[in-house]
Nanobody, 125 residues
């Protein structure tokens, strides 16, 4: 069974830091882009940061300069280092991966979108 397992969420005071991790497990041929999304109560899910297999990154304007995304391709793992956290960063954070599950999928360019179960990040004093 292919799955993404997130960890690292929690409660932190404004100005604090957290590091999220997301590890892919199961039968996966190759992972392309990975990313972190978040969804606050009453709001749509939004992209926080993304990273290609080659390491190119992109960020939401609201987190630029505060958050850093990175990945370890050998471990099929993506990280999100979050610094200078603000109350408006409070949300459930979801990991996403665009993956080829087998050789046939890779050969045909057919990606599967994988999602983690979500981890709560709460920024409050």
């Amino acid at each position: 069974q292919v799955q993404l397992v997130e960890s690292g969420g929690g409660l932190v005071q404004p100005g604090g830091s957290l590091r999220l991790s997301c590890a892919a497990s199961g039968s996966i041929f190759s992972i392309n882009a990975m990313g972190w999304y978040r969804q606050a109560p009453g709001k749509q899910r939004e992209l926080v940061a993304g990273i290609t297999r080659g390491g190119n990154t992109n960020y939401a304007d609201s987190v630029k300069g505060r958050f850093t995304i990175s990945r370890d391709n050998a471990k099929n793992t993506v990280y999100l280092q979050m610094n200078s956290l603000k109350p408006e960063d409070t949300a459930v954070y979801y990991c996403n991966a665009a993956a080829y599950l087998d050789y046939s999928s890779w050969h045909n360019g057919r990606e599967d979108q994988l999602w983690g179960q979500g981890t709560q990040v709460t920024v409050s004093s």
